[in-house]
């Protein structure tokens, strides 16, 4: 089931509603109003949260969803290219203004290899700067997992994502998160590391290394389960001075500024 966050007062579960697949991705409004799930390859179902009746639902894949700060622009990233109308060449994130609106791709070049995945992808708190994760493959195999050829951590102003601010390659990650001011970019590695980058000069700043439990890939999309999913990930607190970090099916807290574990 899915578990609404809307909560008066107190920790308590109000409501919950069953999902016809695995949860991969959750978005709630600024204005509290819509929540997005996201069903992997399976889309994207929108609920009204008064009522967390029965579901419009959307092609668009729901792997990774955010909100814009304002509500006004959605942002999609897909470990695959269904439902994004997408070839090999196109990379697999896009925004919109709204679940029924044109897609328009966030623009990474410059990368070897024969087709281009999003792994993952972020707002920053105000709202002006936007990231994302993408590697590529040769078609190659290895131990069930494509070969990875090259790979790159990359931010864009919202209102231009034809154009990144900032690339930095090769860095092969798992997870991406922007700072309040969007003056900082955490990236979670595959090393396994968790990595501050300076915004725009792409200056490592500070890197520390994660414990060698973190998961580097995301499972077949087939044996993905709510954990899986929601493993993989970094957040940054609205205060922009702590960081969240997915660990297996743990939390893990550090100070933003020095990467020090909490």
Known sequence: AVLAGLL?????????????????????????????????????ARYNTAILGRPSHSPLPGWTIEYRNDGEQLLFAGRGRSGFNSDGNTFSAAVADGLSAPL??????????????????????????????GDTVDGG??????????????????????RPIMTVRPMPSFAVALSPDGQTLYVGTQEPALEAISVPDGRIINSIPLPAATPLLPKPAGLDTI???????????????????????????YDAATLTPL
């Not at 087709?115 to 994302?132: H, K, N, P, S």
């Open 8 to 44: 008066s007062g107190h920790h308590a579960l109000i409501r919950s509603v069953p999902v016809a697949a695995a949860v991969q991705a959750l978005a709630i409004s600024p204005d509290g109003t819509t929540l997005l799930v996201g069903e992997g390859e399976g889309g994207t």
């Open 104 to 133: 328009e791709h966030l623009r990474l070049t410059g990368l070897d290899g024969d087709a281009m995945t999003a792994g993952d992808a972020a707002y920053g708190g105000d709202g002006r700067l936007m990231a994302a994760y």
């Open 141 to 162: 195999i290895t131990n069930g997992q494509p070969i990875m050829v090259d790979s790159a951590v990359a931010v864009w102003d919202t209102t231009a994502p034809d």
């Open 227 to 253: 954990w899986d999913a929601l493993s993989d990930t970094i957040e940054v607190s609205p205060d922009g001075k702590t960081l969240a970090v997915g660990e297996g099916n743990l939390v893990a807290l």
